[in-house]
């Protein structure tokens, strides 16, 4: 439990509640296995190994809190990290909503982190938080893109696509989670926003409020388990951190 007297300042809302369409039939995907281990604990391991983490908020399937919950207390955290689980809504701008209400107006600082990069190393975490904590109010983890990007006009599937342009490649990154903000301004960015306008990220929302983001280095193992090669993927990097640093 959390010491009273100790403020909390740096909270992580864990969005978890889709159900994981790509990756196929089954259970939702957080609550997938690697390694034995269900994805949505990695997830929460990877945040609190960051020590700036004091409370993490899981937003469940919305009607998966409760299981949710059973699970994480068999997977115990170390005990400076609270944590709470708060059923989710119908898409990934709703549950994280609904996983920052649930946060005490102690929390200055928030990082949002997709139960779907289990893998995220914690130095990676710490960065981010380190740049936000350094006065960025949204700090986004990204990478240089391997692909050339065409922007084409969408067609029906069997049809050609006609390409309308290409972005240099140079210029474009490609962002991850956990995307760091100060909680203030998250808040009003999710305020302002109309449900259904189509936010994949909630830097995005940021950007709309006309507030600076950052990026900062991401990592090829803070990749998102998507399609089910991901998941050859992900077993792959589990085995070799568990193979040479002692990962569980
Ligand atoms: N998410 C959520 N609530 C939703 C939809 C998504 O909390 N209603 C979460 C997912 O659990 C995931 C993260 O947002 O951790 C990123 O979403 P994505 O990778 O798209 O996961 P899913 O929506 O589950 O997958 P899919 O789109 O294939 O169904
Ligand atoms: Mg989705």
């Given at each position: 439990m959390s010491d009273p007297s100790r403020p909390v300042r740096t909270a992580a809302v864990i969005p978890a509640a889709g159900r994981g369409v790509r990756l196929g039939p089954g259970t939702p995907k957080a609550l997938r296995t690697l390694g034995g281990t269900p994805m949505l604990v990695h997830a929460v391991r990877a945040m609190a190994a960051?020590?700036?983490?004091s409370l993490i908020v899981v937003v469940a399937p919305p009607d998966g809190a409760a299981e949710v919950g059973r699970l994480l207390h068999e997977h115990p955290l170390a005990e400076r990290t609270d944590l709470v689980v708060v059923p989710g809504g119908q898409t990934r701008q709703e549950s994280v909503q609904l996983g920052l209400a649930a946060l005490p107006d102690t929390i200055e600082v928030v990082l949002v982190h997709d139960a779907a990069r289990p893998l995220v190393p914690a130095d990676t975490v710490d960065a981010v938080v380190a740049a936000v904590r350094a006065g960025a109010p949204a700090v986004v983890p990204a990478l240089p893109l391997a692909d050339t990007v065409k922007q084409v006009e969408p067609q029906p599937p069997g049809t050609p696509e006609p390409v309308v342009g290409t972005p240099e490649r140079a210029l474009l990154r490609a962002v991850q989670t956990p995307q760091g903000f100060d909680l203030a301004t998250l808040r009003k960015a999710h305020d302002i926003v109309v449900e259904g306008e189509g936010a994949t990220d909630d830097a995005g929302l940021v950007e709309r409020l006309g507030s600076p983001v950052v990026v900062v280095p991401g990592h090829e193992e803070a990749f998102k388990v998507t399609r089910p090669l991901d998941l050859v993927l992900a077993e792959a990097v589990l085995a070799r951190r568990r193979a040479t640093d002692g990962y569980v």
């Amino acid at each position: 439990m959390s010491d009273p007297s100790r403020p909390v300042r740096t909270a992580a809302v864990i969005p978890a509640a889709g159900r994981g369409v790509r990756l196929g039939p089954g259970t939702p995907k957080a609550l997938r296995t690697l390694g034995g281990t269900p994805m949505l604990v990695h997830a929460v391991r990877a945040m609190a190994a960051s020590r700036a983490v004091s409370l993490i908020v899981v937003v469940a399937p919305p009607d998966g809190a409760a299981e949710v919950g059973r699970l994480l207390h068999e997977h115990p955290l170390a005990e400076r990290t609270d944590l709470v689980v708060v059923p989710g809504g119908q898409t990934r701008q709703e549950s994280v909503q609904l996983g920052l209400a649930a946060l005490p107006d102690t929390i200055e600082v928030v990082l949002v982190h997709d139960a779907a990069r289990p893998l995220v190393p914690a130095d990676t975490v710490d960065a981010v938080v380190a740049a936000v904590r350094a006065g960025a109010p949204a700090v986004v983890p990204a990478l240089p893109l391997a692909d050339t990007v065409k922007q084409v006009e969408p067609q029906p599937p069997g049809t050609p696509e006609p390409v309308v342009g290409t972005p240099e490649r140079a210029l474009l990154r490609a962002v991850q989670t956990p995307q760091g903000f100060d909680l203030a301004t998250l808040r009003k960015a999710h305020d302002i926003v109309v449900e259904g306008e189509g936010a994949t990220d909630d830097a995005g929302l940021v950007e709309r409020l006309g507030s600076p983001v950052v990026v900062v280095p991401g990592h090829e193992e803070a990749f998102k388990v998507t399609r089910p090669l991901d998941l050859v993927l992900a077993e792959a990097v589990l085995a070799r951190r568990r193979a040479t640093d002692g990962y569980v």
